[in-house]
């Protein structure tokens, strides 16, 4: 006899996936509307309708709300980078850069992430994190440095490269991929940010009141710049703009916090990877983007550099010294903190994609 219900293994790992799945094609959705509509308007509207319902959920469990200038002051300030700047440049690059590139370069913020951390906080990088922000550079140079400046380096031959002596980095990378990079910037410094927010206000909570006011500098702009962004919208493109809102934002948002609480935030985010594979998959079906071979390169560099980012104090130790090394890094007492620091601040960001 058949059963209907899948087993709760198999239940468990589709809920553990389902964030990163609504997140990776949320920017589908929102590429697929974007010819009708216009970037700060989407943006809007993607975080305005998702903070009032992360802050419905929020009363309805008892959480409590900010108190005091330096909760409200910490919240204003992740707005405007993780909610305002993050969520705006994502827009603004969607213009000109397909959902499953966008993806990739966005989620390539766990190398900045680790840049920042050790920079602001003195956080472990290591021999794996270190070779992990060495294969993301290069994963990034594929994906937007001009095809033939990459083969004068690889092959040592200054002729080929040559002919674009006068060209400039912002001029070979394209205007989406330089939004997206920017996009991933406001991320990460969201994600280091979140931290020190969360030692002032819940953290569910903060992320709901910053959709709402990050959202609110994007209608501004949208209202002074932007002309009839809705007028053109058809009924399928207001059905994709509620999925990515209600889908991929709130109900993301709430199912990874759901797994954060229960202690799975290690797991979490090592599957940060998994939102840009479901965005290059579904945006191939739906959408026909098609990467050449070395922006599949570049993504597949990317791809790995975070997993190595994420997963770098899972991964064994080497060393020069052998077990002597082994036994100096455990003792330090920046080891265990920095995993439980970058795991804890992958989270909140994540949500606002």
Known sequence: MLHPRLPSRVQYVLLLLSPFFFWG????????VMPHTAPFFMAAMRLFPAGLLILVATVLSGRSQPRGLKAWGWIALFALVDGTLFQGFLALGLQDTGAGLGSVLIDSQPLLVALLSAWFFGEYIGLWGGLGLLLGLIGISAIGLPEHWLIALLTLDPTLGGQTTSVTMGQSLSWGEGMMLL????????????????????????TGWHAILGAIPLWGLSWGWETQPWQDLTLWDWGALTYATVFGTAIAY????????QGNLTSLS????????????????LLGEILTPLQMAGATLTLGSVYLIERRQKLPRLSWRGSGDKDLSSESPSGPRCETSISHSSGPPAASR
């Open 270 to 285: 090592s599957l940060t990877f998994f939102t840009p594979v479901f965005a290059l998959l579904f945006g191939y079906w």
């Open 183 to 206: 996009a991933s910037l406001g991320m990460a410094l969201g994600t280091v940010m979140m931290p020190k927010v969360s030692e002032h206000v819940d953290p569910v909570v903060a």
């Open 254 to 261: 709430g199912l990874f916090f759901n797994f954060a609480a």
């Open 25 to 32: 094609t949320a920017m589908v959705a929102m590429k697929g």
